[in-house]
């Protein structure tokens, strides 16, 4: 009660100053003064009516911020899932993001660079090089954001041109195998035109050594060339035109043996059970295992280009702007399906029929997208103030997927891919998705003191597929828009949804320095095909019913589409400077999805399916404080309690080896009150900075930072082999600087904690299930390492011109 009373007298902190480029440039410890446009237009944070994260150029590169991936060791509600390949990773706020193969299905949290949304959520993971800032709105954004923001949106602005000549480079390397490098020039072309060139290369090794291969696996590499001019046609119209290249390489995200029960052996493939010995050889199982061994090396291949023109045009005390966005995203992916170097051909097992080695699967994405986005903005100084437009994007994805030998052909002349007892696969999938929104929202001051915000979306989505099967030759959705499937089941492969999505919020300004806020949003995600290899499986359905001895990718495509998922969402808080150099924000909220979209691996088919799931639910508190203790040290810390529950799904598939004792009845479990997948309880980062003047122009900058999450459940079946328990990671820098150049040395993970992207068991290996006690009685586990589950070094040198 005393700081509430506290806030309601003391004035806000005067505004900073922008401060120049160049390597060594100052940014607040705080950053309740970082402009934002969650409201799409320019706007203080600390004036913003909701929950949203934000930090400046200079605030994510001291705190390591260097790839996407990196965001969630500074923002507690962010989280990333990572599988097998970009194509299928997955941004979570609050818990709730889309983990799913198809490419006709759309993410929860939308990423938008530069007020143009990407097509494809891999299209976000990339190096973090030349941006300007980045926001992170908490929450349903479907109203001002589209039909992918359900669960929140990531918005990264790159940098300006600059009104002077000016050039900067920055260069670095690990103690574990990581280069780095960028720099960007930019300045005057002419009286009114201004440029901006940026370039940056990585790489890095991975973290993980392929024995068979020799290679190190896990890892990165990449270039990214980025360009922007800014005319200023006139007092009244500035148009700034944008393009982007992006070449990028992983050798991501493989994993290791954690874990192997005495005596289980590998594979039940031809009844041909193989040793652990001969497929672990030297490898030790175990927490600390950084090696496997396998015969084709994990790749994801991506090259994205892409461009953008801003027109702002002012109309007296209106602005008009228009937004038009080009992208092609490319993306070649290859994984050993068998994890192993194990040859199943001549050769090896002998397994009559066989190719020689073992299995792989992968293929090729292909993504082209065009959006419009023509906006009116009024003054925000006035009463009532308000954002008007029309969207339009269309998007055309392709896929091409192949489960089969190492070179993705047939496994020589049989059906099914060893060690597994799936059958080979090769489809080509097709998918359109054409939106079309008009949107609004509003601002009035109902008194000094009182505002009331409100804001509509109308949807219109037309949604399209085809899928080829190559195999069997047969085919989805071909002709367009077809309503039967080969084998005479009616279906639909085009579908048209509309919808309304809207928010309405209360604001209360007790005093300039302290914002009360309330506020409902409703949010609205499409419907979804699961366009995957679930498609080519031929075997009839033997259960009773309407599908009974139809083929199994019938009876799929008759269920599809996914229903749309949408979401309630309730939030209240405040946001407070009770004191100079002090701020404070709290927010409260609870989110109801419904028809959420999850996708699971059901081990007993060995296929990934997507989940319409009937209710989940999030709920938390997020807070912020940020304290200049003085004019030379700051500290700022985020934490989050997040509890994202399942509230309703009755007929959840098993996990591998689960028991009727464990809730497993008729290869069915109910899921209602379990957690959802990477979805923390607790989460806190907290950051100190100490600068110490050494002379006029020379510091010495001392740097901590620090993230804890609580335990997490990784697979959205409960498999508690998926469980990862709390960790911290430490990090500590120092950096001597002047006015154009500094040196940085940080140590990473100081304490060298060990901690896992993913884990779980590895269905190749023949388990026991369990019994009745708490104990299995075999298991076979893999983990896939975090990029920083190791202590390292980095240094760098940067200097400006």
């Not at 899928?467 to 030759?473: F, G, P, W």
């Amino acid at each position: 009660m005393a700081v509430l009373a506290l806030a309601l007298l003391v004035e806000p902190a005067a505004s900073r100053a922008a401060t120049p480029d160049g390597p060594d440039a100052a940014a607040p410890p705080g950053n309740a003064d970082i402009i934002v446009t969650a409201n799409k237009r320019p706007e203080r944070k600390q004036d913003i009516a909701m929950s949203l994260w934000a930090m400046s150029a200079e605030q994510l590169d001291r705190a390591q911020v260097r790839d996407f991936d990196d965001l969630v060791k500074v923002e507690p509600s962010l989280t990333v899932t990572k599988t097998t390949q970009p194509g299928n990773n997955s941004i979570n706020i609050r818990g709730v993001g889309t983990y799913a193969f198809s490419i006709a299905t759309r993410a929860s949290v939308s990423v938008v660079v530069d007020d143009v949304p990407q097509a494809f959520q891999a299209q976000a993971f990339r190096e973090l090089a030349d941006i300007a800032s980045i926001e992170v709105l908490r929450g349903p954004q479907s109203t001002l954001f589209g039909s992918s923001a359900t669960a929140g949106v990531v918005s990264i602005t790159t940098a300006a041109p600059t009104t002077r000549l000016t050039a900067a480079m920055t260069g670095g390397f690990t103690s574990d195998g990581e280069q780095r490098a960028n720099g960007f020039v930019s300045g005057p072309l002419a009286e009114r035109l201004l440029f901006r060139l940026s370039a940056s290369a990585n790489r890095y090794r991975g973290n993980l050594r392929n024995i068979y291969t020799g290679n190190w696996v896990g890892g990165q590499s990449g270039i990214d060339l980025r360009g922007k001019l800014v005319w200023s046609a006139s007092d009244a119209i500035t148009i700034t035109a944008a393009a982007h290249h992006d070449r990028a390489g992983t050798s991501c995200c493989t994993s290791a043996y954690y874990a192997v029960s005495p005596g289980v052996s590998f594979g039940n493939f031809a009844r041909v059970r193989v040793p652990q010995g001969v497929i672990l050889g030297n490898i030790v199982p175990g927490p600390d295992n950084r090696t496997i061994s396998a015969d084709v090396d994990p790749r994801g291949d991506a090259t994205e280009s892409g461009a953008s023109v801003k027109m702002d045009w002012r109309l007296g005390k209106y602005a008009l702007t228009a937004i038009s966005g080009f992208a092609t995203y490319a993306l070649d992916d290859l994984q050993d399906t068998d994890g192993t170097a194990f040859n199943w051909g001549p050769g090896g097992a002998g397994v009559p029929g066989a190719a020689r080695g073992g299995s792989a699967n992968g293929g090729w994405f292909r993504i082209r997208s065009v959006t419009q986005e023509l906006r009116l903005t009024s003054p925000a100084a006035e009463r009532l103030s308000f954002v008007a437009g029309l969207f339009f994007s269309d998007t055309r994805a392709q896929r091409s997927f192949v489960r089969g030998s190492n070179s993705l052909g047939p496994y020589g002349s049989l059906a099914i891919v060893p060690p597994t007892t799936s059958a080979y696969s090769s489809y080509f999938a097709q998918a359109r998705d054409t939106n079309i929104a008009a949107f609004g929202q509003a601002r009035y001051d109902l008194t000094g003191r009182f505002a009331l915000s409100a804001g509509i979306r109308f949807n219109r989505d037309a949604m399209r597929y085809r899928l080829i099967d190559r195999v069997a030759s047969v085919s989805f959705g071909v002709p367009d828009c077809s309503s039967a499937t080969p084998s005479g089941l009616a279906i639909s492969t085009c579908d048209t949804f509309n919808a309304v999505a809207g928010r309405v919020a209360l604001e209360f300004r007790p005093s300039p320095a302290f914002l009360v806020f309330a506020g409902y949003d409703r949010g609205y995600k499409g419907a979804a095909y699961d366009l995957s290899s679930t498609y080519t499986t031929r075997t009839p359905v033997t259960q009773a019913g309407p599908y009974s001895g139809f083929p199994v990718a019938d009876a799929v495509a008759a269920k599809q589409p996914i229903r749309p998922e949408t979401v309630d969402a309730f939030q209240l808080g405040w946001k407070s400077r009770p004191a100079s150099g002090l701020t404070w924000n709290v927010t409260f909220y609870l989110e109801m999805f419904h028809g959420f979209q999850a996708q699971s691996r059901d081990e007993l088919t060995r296929q990934n399916i997507l989940n319409s799931i009937e209710r989940v639910t999030t709920k938390g508190v997020e807070m912020e404080v940020a304290a200049e203790l003085s004019p030379d040290f700051s500290v700022h810390g985020y934490g989050t309690w997040n509890d994202a529950r399942i509230g309703a799904f009755p007929n959840a598939t098993c996990y591998s080896s689960q028991t009727a004792a464990r809730g497993c009845i008729n290869g069915q479990q109910d899921l209602a009150g379990k957690s959802l997948p990477n979805a923390p309880r607790w989460k806190f980062s907290l950051s100190a900075e100490r600068e110490i003047r050494l002379r006029a122009e020379t510091g010495l900058r001392l740097t901590a930072n620090w993230v804890w999450q609580s335990r997490v459940v990784q697979s959205l079946l409960q498999d508690p082999n998926s469980v990862q328990r709390a960790y911290g990671l430490l990090g500590l820098g120092a950096e001597l600087h002047d006015g154009r150049r500094r040196l940085r040395i940080y140590c990473s993970n100081l304490f060298d904690q060990n901690y896992a992207l993913n884990r779980g068991r590895d269905g190749n290996w023949n388990i026991n299930p369990y019994g009745a006690t708490s104990a299995p009685i075999s298991d076979a586990t893999k983990w896939t390492p975090g990029r920083d589950s190791s202590r390292y070094v980095r240094v760098e040198f940067a200097s400006s011109f």
